[in-house]
């Protein structure tokens, strides 16, 4: 249940017949009915019945699917209904229903139908006859000649003669059949004889005398003729005579619809209503309205009616909005027409009037127009007015409203309210009241050089005054900044002085306010006094003092002794700051400072820091022939520092390089010597910094390369010996590329020897091969040369053998180390309990043990370069020698099949027990 505006919905979902009744919707005293009628589903068969065959004696089911679960349907052979009983057994569940026929017999032949209350499914019955048989056959009689004799027999069953009549069959089948809508179809088959037929269209059987078929048949010819052929009525059509059948396809193929008479263009007025009017080609056929591209549904705003070959559809209410093309469709077929919609004009029914307000209060005009929520611009003058916080707008059906909130005299003049079509006017006058000072200037005293604000507040903001010290007007600059913030005026005397004392007063108008400012002289002090320090040796050092007063002279003092302008000193007044500046901070430069002017004195301590290492020498491993740098950094940039190594002062020559960069030094030792190794101080002050520096010996290479030749496909071996064990750094090259170890190029170390192992070498890889480590490097030449080809001296010959023996297949190849492929069938053979493979010097040898006739065949053997065979024939024993004679196959797992034979010659009274076990023992 839903409301709507002034619609209230009652939805009934998912409606079944037992919904129907009477509804009622009631709302105070009012009520309104309706009654709900449901028109129930036809009952149909989603699954029909099919033909059943079955066994004279045994079960049989037919079994359908219907639409509706658990509707009533009735069972009927022929035109007898059936009951259920000891024969007939009904079962229904859910939408499927079944009959069972219990113990078959040839009589229960037949068609059976499910019949619902809207349709109705029938299939046949089929019962194979069990064949007679004698319950008592004829018996052997001997008669004398002349008399009668009589031989008797009994069937199991009743028999009897009958003729098989030749079955019907078609001499001229249906054929397909395409026409357009509307036109009458006829299907025509001719049988071999009359007999009775039916005719049906898909699953469904048709029925004589309706209006839409006509079943005819003249003699041996069938027609079925198709009244006003619809597209609906397309589909493939049978007819069934006995076992025979015949079909064909119908196509209808549906008249285009098209439009007799199109949509027309229509102008209407605002708030009225509209129809659009077309004529199809056809009746019934539904169409689809749209505007613009949005299909439209019926409803308050939309009435569609579609009567016979008319389309209807009211626009109702019509809006601005609405304007736009509509189109009808149906197909492809489209119709379309533009609907204009003319404004109602807009009218004042009430105007605006004039208004006076009292400046700061709010103020509202307000006028009523004929047209409720029509748009309105309001106006000052010729200036539109935006909605915010100084104006609110307001829309209440046909009233309208300005309201001016926080009125002021800039606001007063013509108002106008402007519709589409006309506009109102009037006018606003603002009484404003007298110009007053809510807040008055008030006598202050400050000291000298601080800055002094005189405020005041009117009682109206955005006004401009003047302010005055006695009669002089004060313009806003360096000295005095003049401030308006909305009421609040504001004047500000910078770094006052004593002349800036007097009477100073702000004015508007002949309003006026007025205060004294009185400036009292800065008292001669210390506003800040010396502060102790520490330099360090060789450093500067900073003293600092701040007076009360600017430009006052002082005098510098160290103890008893004034100091003067000049060389390590130097003084500067900058304002209220006096400075002293000492440069290159010596010891005797430690003592008392104190600044001085008439009778005030600051004074401080200055002590010089002893010299230390902000950053300490570390120490070092480095490798022989490489360059070495210790730095340090002491605190002081000015001091000297003396370098030594064990103890033995190094002077800046040769391989030593000393340097200073502020307060930080350096010693470089450039290409190491092993006797450059050992400790390593700076010294400065007293102060001292050490580090040890060790020497590492270069690595150097004890045992060289050594060149070699390989045969392409073997593997060329590179070793050399360093003077240090487990070095991992060194590079391999071949050429000019160095290697990468993987599984062509294989590196190791062991000790201090390095090996190169290159596998699978080609003929392109011949160059220099080297190990570098450093600036020591080894290289020697590697050549590969071509693999030579390998060639048959003496081809395998062909071999006769008796089964059980061993045969050998051999040959002779031109090289003395090239291995020897054998194969048998494509497959590679190996060595083990069946075959031996062996090589002597240029001799291969194939030597298969136990031979029996599964090994006849052709056997290859290939070089790489050559290839050739020969056919092993394997002679089977004579039956009278198999005797004891076995044979096992044995599968194994590096062979596919394994055949082991034994043969017993011993006497054939041996125990088979144990003649088995000796036969495992030897497998």
């Known amino acids: 249940m839903n409301l709507e505006g002034k619609v209230a919905q009652l939805t009934v979902l998912h409606v079944q017949p037992e919904d129907a009744g009477r509804y009622s919707c009631s709302t105070g005293e009012e009520k309104t009915c309706a009654e709900l009628r449901v028109k129930p589903l036809p009952v149909t068969f989603k699954r029909e019945l099919v033909l059943l065959e079955v066994k004279e004696g045994d079960g049989g089911v037919f079994c359908c699917e219907i639409s509706k679960p658990g509707a009533p349907v009735e069972w009927k052979k022929g035109r007898t209904s059936l009951k259920p009983g000891d024969k007939y057994e009904m079962k229904q569940e859910g939408p499927f229903t079944k009959l069972i026929i219990n113990s ?87 049988v071999s004889k009359v007999s009775q037929v039916q005719w049906s269209r898909g699953a469904t059987l048709l029925t004589p005398g309706g209006e839409k078929h006509l079943m005819k048949q003249s003699g041996s010819t069938l027609e079925l003729h198709i009244r006003k052929s619809q597209p609906e009525d397309s589909g493939s059509y049978s007819c069934v005579c ?77 809006k601005l909005t609405d304007l736009g093309e509509y189109s009808c469709s149906v197909g492809t077929a489209v119709t379309s027409a533009d609907i204009k919609v003319r404004e109602i004009p807009v009218t004042f029914k009430e105007e605006l009037e004039d208004v006076e307000v009292k400046e700061g209060d709010s103020g509202a005009f307000c006028c009523q127009i004929s047209k409720p ?37 800039s606001d007063a003049g013509k108002y106008t309210c402007k519709t589409k079509d006309s506009q109102s006017t009037a006018e606003l006058t603002v009484r404003a009241p007298p110009i007053t000072f809510k807040t008055k200037l008030r006598a202050q005293q400050v000291e000298e050089e601080n800055s002094v604000t005189l405020s005041c507040e009117l009682s109206k903001p955005g006004l401009t005054v003047e302010w005055r010290k006695d009669q002089e007007l004060l313009k806003n600059d360096f000295k005095y900044q003049i401030k308006n913030r909305n009421s609040s005026m504001e004047l500000t005397i910078k770094n006052s002085q004593l002349q800036d ?37 060789g450093g500067n050092v900073s003293l600092r003092c701040e007076l009360s007063r600017a430009g006052v002279p002082v005098q510098w003092w160290k103890a008893e002794d004034q100091l003067q302008q000049g060389g390590r000193y130097q003084m500067t007044l900058r304002g209220k700051t006096a400075e002293m500046h000492i440069r290159n901070v010596q010891p005797e430069d430690v003592g008392e400072y104190s600044c001085v002017f008439g009778e005030q004195k600051t004074m401080a301590e200055v002590t010089a820091a002893s010299v ?213 069938n494509h497959i590679p053979l190996r060595d083990g309990e069946k075959y ?59 062979q596919p099949l394994c055949t082991v034979s034994c043969l017993n010659l011993e006497s054939d009274s041996m125990d088979e027990e144990q003649a088995a076990t000796e036969r495992q023992q030897k497998v």
């Open 242 to 318: 006995g076992e025979a059948r015949t079909t064909a396809t119908v196509i209808i193929t549906a008249i285009p619809v098209t439009f007799k008479q199109k949509l027309k263009n229509q102008e209407a007025v605002e708030e009225g209503a509209v129809t659009l009017r077309c004529e199809l080609s056809k009746a019934g056929v539904p169409v689809e309205w749209r505007r613009d591209a949005q299909l439209l549904k019926e409803g308050e705003k939309y009435l569609m009616k579609q009567e016979g070959r008319i389309a209807e559809m009211q626009i109702r209410n019509l």
């Open 373 to 409: 929520g029509a748009p309105v611009d309001w106006r000052k003058g010729r200036v539109v007015l935006k909605p915010g916080y100084k104006y609110e707008m307001k829309q209440e059906g046909r009233l309208t409203k300005l309201i001016i909130n926080n009125m002021e005299e």
């Open 612 to 824: 230390f290492f902000e950053k300490e020498l570390e120490s070092q491993a480095v490798m022989e022939g490489k360059p070495v740098l210790l730095s340090c950094q002491v605190s002081s940039a000015n001091v000297p520092v003396t370098w030594k190594k064990d103890n033995v002062v190094l002077e800046e020559e040769g391989r030593y390089i000393v340097k200073k960069n502020g307060p930080t030094h350096t010693l470089e030792i450039k290409k190491l010597l092993l006797e450059d190794a050992g400790e390593y101080c700076c010294i400065s002050r007293g102060k001292k910094t050490s580090a040890k520096i060790i020497v590492r010996e270069r690595v150097r290479v004890v045992s060289e390369l050594q060149g070699i030749t390989v045969t392409a496909g073997e593997d060329a071996v590179f070793e050399c010996e360093l003077t240090h064990a487990d070095v991992s750094e060194g590079v391999w090259w071949l050429g000019q590329s160095p290697l990468q170890r993987n599984e062509m190029n294989q590196m190791t170390v062991r000790g201090r020897q390095q090996r190169l192992v290159l596998t699978m070498t080609t003929p392109d890889e011949t160059g220099i091969v080297a190990f570098v480590i450093g600036e020591e490097k080894t290289s020697a030449r590697l050549l590969v040369v071509p693999k030579a080809t390998v060639l048959f001296e003496e081809k395998p010959k062909d071999v006769v053998i008796m089964e059980g023996e061993s045969a050998t297949l051999s040959c002779m190849i031109s090289d003395f180390t090239s291995p020897l492929t054998w194969t048998r």
């Open 836 to 894: 031996e493979i062996r090589k002597e010097g240029k001799i291969n040898l194939l030597i298969i043990r136990d031979v029996d006739p599964l090994d006849t065949g052709t056997y290859c053997c290939d070089t790489g370069d050559d290839q050739s065979s020969a056919k092993l024939t394997v002679t089977e024993l004579l039956l009278s020698s198999k005797r004891n004679y076995r044979v096992w196959r044995l599968r194994r797992e590096d």
């Open 104 to 190: 078959v017999e040839e009589s229960d032949a037949g068609k059976y139908t499910c019949k619902t209350k809207d349709s109705q499914s029938t299939a046949e019955l089929s019962v194979r006859g069990s064949p007679p048989s004698f319950k008592m056959p004829l018996v052997s009689q001997e008669e004398t000649e002349g008399n009668s004799v009589v031989l008797r027999c009994e069937l199991n069953k009743p028999a009897s003669c009958e003729g098989k009549e030749r079955p019907v069959r078609f001499l001229q089948d249906l054929k397909n059949v395409q026409v357009q809508e509307g036109n009458a179809v006829t299907l025509s088959c001719e």
């Open 501 to 537: 004392s007097g009477l100073y007063s702000c004015s508007y108008g002949d309003t006026k306010t007025s205060a004294n400012i009185t400036i009292t002289p800065i008292p001669l002090s210390f506003k800040m006094g010396l502060k102790n320090q520490e330099a360090p040796e």
